[in-house]
């Protein structure tokens, strides 16, 4: 295999090196799709919609505020910074909006999945090694580094709407 940038070997096959690459986008758009249906189901399953949003002393997001912020979060940094979206993205709302119902919430994290998809589809192997476009926390890194992060970022807080919907949704 020659340089960066070339999948072909002299038989015309990929190179061991950028399948495994794809392998890695493959899987990060199955565990996008496996993490972001769980988002949804997490939400549709409130049996008390109001409960969404109910807070306690201990407990300082509700469900909904921290679904508003995955959907932010990765709309902006796959889907704006990588896809070229063009979502804007407004934090502060993430954690202020109140009372979404719960069809926008879910219709927000369908919308979330189909932009991280179609951006993971964008992306080549080569893509995974460029820094990402961004600094963030203060540190440069890959794209692919940058990508199981956000997923990871996904999965802890969809273990925090989890509790949160076991503990407060009665």
């Excluded at 889907?79 to 407004?90: E, I, K």
Aim: aromatic share 8%.
């Amino acid at each position: 295999m020659s340089s960066v940038g070339c999948f072909e070997q002299e038989n015309g096959a990929l190179g061991e090196e950028a399948e495994i690459k794809m392998m890695i986008i493959e899987s990060l758009k199955s565990l996008y799709t496996r993490d972001l249906n769980k988002l949804r189901t997490e939400i549709e399953s409130y049996q008390n919609e109001s409960a969404i949003w109910n807070t306690e002393k201990n407990i300082a997001n509700s469900a909904g505020n921290l679904c508003l912020h995955l959907v932010g979060n990765l709309s902006h940094f796959i889907g704006a910074v990588l896809g070229n979206s063009g979502y804007v993205r407004n934090r502060d709302l993430e954690f202020s909006l109140k009372n979404v119902p719960r069809a926008e919430l879910i219709h927000k994290v369908d919308e979330t999945l189909d932009i991280v998809l179609k951006t993971l589809d964008q992306l080549n192997d080569h893509d995974l090694e460029k820094e990402y476009p961004l600094i963030v926390f203060e540190n440069k890194m890959t794209s692919g580094y940058f990508l199981i992060h956000l997923l990871s970022h996904l999965d802890y807080h969809l273990g925090q709407i989890n509790y949160h919907r076991r503990l407060l949704d009665s």
